[in-house]
């Protein structure tokens, strides 16, 4: 019963290892998505990237491109980007079109696009409007209005 008590130790232990191996893999953090990528262009009048390169083969779909992107457009728990649509171009690309919402509220010209061909998300691009501070409350009553 020693023995078996031992290996079942051994076995535990080696499948803790592995797990929490594999949990910490899969689970990046901020700093490893923001390294993922390259910003080589900002908008003139913002610290926003307007256009990203993504440099890490782990970027491999448009999922995970977009936890690239919320790292490096450095999204708070308000901001949503939701897919709009996708479309395919004669050169193979997939573009994938999102539209920014704050707090579920439309944010008018915030949308940005992840470009990816052959199953490989290459880059993105588009206006993010940073820094809100409104009110997503409505002034008026649905009986007022």
């Known amino acids: 019963m020693n023995g078996y008590s031992t290996t079942l130790r051994a076995v535990f232990v080696v499948a803790l290892f592995f797990f929490s191996s594999v949990y910490a893999q899969t689970i990046p953090s901020q700093a490893d998505l923001r ?9 003139k009048n913002k610290q926003v990237p307007v256009f990203i390169k993504f440099t890490d083969e782990r ?3 448009p999922s995970t491109a977009l936890a690239v992107l919320s790292a490096s457009l450095e999204m708070s728990v308000d901001d949503q980007l939701v897919l709009l649509r996708s479309e395919k171009d004669n050169l193979g690309f997939i573009h994938y079109r999102y539209q920014q919402y704050f707090r579920n509220v439309k944010v008018e010209s915030g949308q940005y696009i992840v470009h990816e061909k ?7 691009n588009g206006n993010w409007v940073d820094h ?3 009110s997503t409350t409505p002034s008026l009553s649905e009986k007022t209005a």
Do not use: D, P
């Open 35 to 43: 390294s993922a990528c390259k910003v080589t262009l900002y908008s």
């Open 59 to 61: 970027v491999s779909t």
């Open 118 to 124: 052959n199953g490989i998300a290459v880059s993105a």
């Open 132 to 134: 809100i501070s409104i």
